[in-house]
């Protein structure tokens, strides 16, 4: 990532520290700031050169998935709301991120990183109920289906500290752009059975992991 876009970030997180009520999230935000300066060898110079307004037009980053896996849609929106970006789609297969340049381009990242991973850890937890013999009805879709509770889970708790929300130019953007088109809602079947439970228990602790994990340090 080039260090425009990590000055855009740091710029961002130092707003929100300056104009935010909440001492301890100005702090935590403040933070976060601090560690971006050094990570990336930035000097506070570079950051105040910097118009948001001028720096951050809206984009849309698309990311093909193709037809199947329907979570997908699940997954789109818990990144989107999390990462100060709406969404749209282009047919079934691909998912298109709508926000400020630099938020949509991590949006999409991080939602194929974490799509990909999600496919992988269910299918490994498909094959291994079916291999000790068990039932593997719904097994593959309640792992995602907690996979994707278990990231929102995480992601709330971020953004509720820095507090992030979809910028308002954004969503007046989105409107128009979308006018008249209609959203998309599927419904996912799961089991019922013991397995398919506990895939859904694996899937939220796996979901939360991948968040915590990695903290998403630069992301806003």
């Known amino acids: 990532m080039d260090n425009e876009k990590i000055i855009v970030k740091i710029k961002k997180v130092l707003e929100l520290a300056k104009n935010n009520p909440s001492q301890e999230e100005a702090k935590a935000a403040a933070l976060q ?3 971006l300066l050094a ?3 930035i000097d506070m110079a570079e950051v105040e050169d910097i118009d948001l307004d001028v720096s951050e037009s ?3 980053v698309k990311v093909v998935v193709g037809t199947g896996k329907k979570w997908k849609y699940t997954l789109a929106n818990i990144v989107a709301r999390n990462f100060r970006c709406r ?3 282009y047919g079934k297969s691909t998912v298109v991120f709508y926000g400020h340049k630099t938020d949509a381009e991590v949006a999409s990242a991080a939602f194929k990183s974490l799509f990909n991973l999600g496919n992988k850890l269910a299918q490994r937890e498909y094959l291994k109920v079916k291999k000790e013999g068990g039932l593997t009805d719904g097994v593959f879709n309640s792992y995602v289906i907690g ?3 278990g990231i929102e889970s995480a992601l709330s708790v971020q953004c509720t500290a820095l507090v992030l929300t979809v910028p ?3 969503n007046n953007a989105y409107e128009n752009r979308l006018k008249g088109c209609k959203t998309r809602k599927s419904v996912i079947d799961t089991g019922k059975g013991i397995h398919a439970q506990l895939a859904a228990q694996r899937g939220f602790e796996a979901g939360k992991q991948a968040i915590e ?3 998403l340090e630069a992301r806003n």
């Open 168 to 170: 308002e130019d954004v």
């Open 58 to 60: 809206i984009d849309e």
């Open 87 to 89: 969404h749209f789609y």
């Open 39 to 41: 990570k990336y060898h």
């Open 33 to 35: 700031a601090q560690k």
């Open 213 to 215: 994990s990695s903290k």
């Open 147 to 149: 996979f994707c509770s």
